[in-house]
Each structure stands twice: as structure tokens, then as C-alpha cells.
């Protein structure tokens, strides 16, 4: 059964129990953004009308492991014509993209956020299995593991065919282990050199402890550290000392460089500064 067909079965009583995966979470601003990217797509190209057969008529949208957003739309043919799922991901891949976060895709005319089919979840499981997918779901739209949606699913690889079933991908990265802390790669060098022991959040807490640094390269680098500090305050608050930490030199030029990443951030908001030491002992994670 489709994710897509659900609402009407649920709706009518036909179905009861719906298995939800348990790595299933409600979406970021990021894969709302990206929901919103599918469906611009598709409704600016569709070439069927409402309630018409066409060649596109679902639009896709798969966001990198640097957070840039590429789409495509399908291209139906009776010998099995890509989905709009894969039209993306190739789209992405001929730009640089190389590691991919969430994938979604969006039927034209108000359709809404279509689960994918058997072939999309096989090729996900392949080539991205920590990649995550929104579906519908009887809570509303959630993020899932691309892995979770394909129960006791064997990996195929060009150079060794299908392979054993491997329980590594039914763990989630995000909480199999120690927190993850997300960096860009530009960070990579001033936080293994030790120059930014710091960063910055805005709504994304971190805890004290263990942690893994992960840098969203190709291939991804993971360096153990330990988070030795978290404090609360307002982006007005930011200090001069913050922004050294963070291998910067003023407050101002702390707060300009948040606004890089979120560029709605107002000096009233409230953030977390976390401060962080690498574990040269257990070097990457």
C-alpha cells in the first residue's frame, strides 16, 4: 500500500494500525523548505491538467549534505520511465553533490507529498541509506530513514551484487552513539587545528559530554570531542570573546556570520553557545 493512499483509508475506518518506523521525526525548516521546492516544481511543469494522465506529473526535491536543494520532475514511459525521485538525485549529483540528506516528492495540482515506490526505496537503501524521506503518515507529514522504509532490506553494490542483511542500517546516526554536532566543511581545519573551540546555534541544542563533530564533506570526517560548555543567551549578548572562540574577532562579525546560516535571525532571539574540546585520545569517531 501506498503512503499517499492512506489518509482516504484511514478517513473511511478501513484501516486501523499503520506501522510508523520509529526513526520517523517531524520536519525541520529545512525539509519544509525542501517540500516547498517539489511542489514549485511540479506545479510549474506539470503538463497535465487536474485529474489528467501526463508525462510529469510528480515534481522532486533532495537536499545535499551542504544544504543545497536540487529538483527534477519524472518522465512516465510505459518501459518504466525514472520517477522524479531519481531525476533528482542525478540532478544533484551532475551539480557537485555527492552526500545526500532528504528527499521528498509532491503530486501536481495540491496532491500533496507522495511516498515512494518499490524501486525508489531499493535504490535509496543502495546508494543512501542514512538519507532521510518525507512521507505522510497518520501524524502528518514526518521525516524517516530512508533504511526504515524497507524492513530486513538487503543492500545491491555494483562491485559485489546483492549483499547480507546488514542491522547497521536500521541505526540511526543521529542517535546511534554519542550527539552529533553538524559543521559545515570550511570548519574542518580551524577545529581540528584547535583555532574554534565554539559555536553557535540557534535551535539546535547540544548537551554536555561526549559528542561526535561531524564535517558534511565527501567522504564525511567525524572527530570525537567533548562538549564542555553550553550557555544560553541573546544574539545581542554575543561577546567579543564568543566570537575569538570561534576563530573570529568581534561580536559584530559573530552575529554576520550567523546571519549566513539563518538569515532570519533577529538579536532577540535566543541561541546556544557550546564550547567543545576535540578527544585527540579516541581520534574520529
Not at 525548516?29 to 503538463?47: C, P
Not at 541509506?129 to 518525507?134: H, K, L
Not at 538487503?154 to 546488514?166: C, I, K, V
Not at 567525524?222 to 574577532?249: F, I
Request: proline fraction near 7%; charge should be negative; hydrophobic fraction near 40%.
Amino acid at each position: 500500500m501506498a503512503w499517499n493512499d492512506l489518509g482516504p483509508l484511514l478517513k473511511e475506518g478501513k484501516v486501523k494500525n499503520v506501522y510508523v518506523p520509529s526513526s520517523a521525526r517531524a520536519l525541520d525548516d529545512d525539509e519544509r523548505e525542501l517540500v516547498e521546492l517539489a511542489r514549485r516544481t511540479i506545479d510549474a511543469h506539470t503538463d497535465a491538467g487536474p485529474d489528467e494522465d501526463g508525462i510529469h506529473t510528480v515534481g522532486a526535491a533532495v537536499m545535499a549534505a551542504d544544504y543545497r536543494m536540487f529538483a527534477g520532475v519524472n518522465l512516465y514511459h510505459f518501459t518504466g520511465g525514472p520517477c522524479a525521485e531519481l531525476v533528482a538525485l542525478g540532478a544533484a549529483r551532475a551539480q557537485g553533490a555527492r552526500q545526500m540528506r532528504c528527499i521528498v516528492a509532491v503530486g501536481n495540482h495540491g496532491r500533496g507529498v507522495i511516498g515512494p515506490c518499490g524501486r525508489d526505496r531499493q535504490v535509496f537503501v543502495d546508494y543512501y541509506p542514512a538519507m532521510r524521506v518525507i512521507v505522510p503518515t497518520p501524524a502528518g507529514l514526518r521525516s524517516v530513514l530512508a533504511a526504515d522504509l524497507m524492513p530486513l532490506a538487503q543492500r545491491w553494490a555494483p562491485e559485489s551484487g546483492m549483499n547480507g542483511l546488514d542491522p547497521s542500517l536500521y541505526r540511526d546516526p543521529d542517535t546511534a552513539g554519542p550527539p552529533i554536532v553538524r559543521f559545515h566543511p570550511r570548519y574542518l581545519e580551524v577545529v581540528r587545528s584547535g583555532a574554534k573551540t565554539r559555536t553557535t546555534r540557534f535551535r539546535d541544542p547540544a548537551q554536555l559530554g561526549p559528542a561526535r563533530l561531524v564535517f558534511e564533506s565527501d567522504p564525511e570526517v567525524v572527530l570525537a570531542a567533548e562538549v564542555t560548555g553550553v550557555r544560553h543567551c541573546l544574539v545581542s549578548e554575543l561577546t567579543n570573546q564568543d566570537a575569538k572562540a570561534e576563530g573570529l574577532t568581534t561580536a559584530a562579525e559573530l552575529r554576520e556570520a550567523l546571519k549566513g546560516h539563518y538569515p532570519d535571525l533577529s538579536g532577540t532571539d535566543e541561541v546556544d553557545v557550546i564550547t567543545f574540546q576535540i578527544d585527540d585520545n579516541k581520534g574520529a569517531a
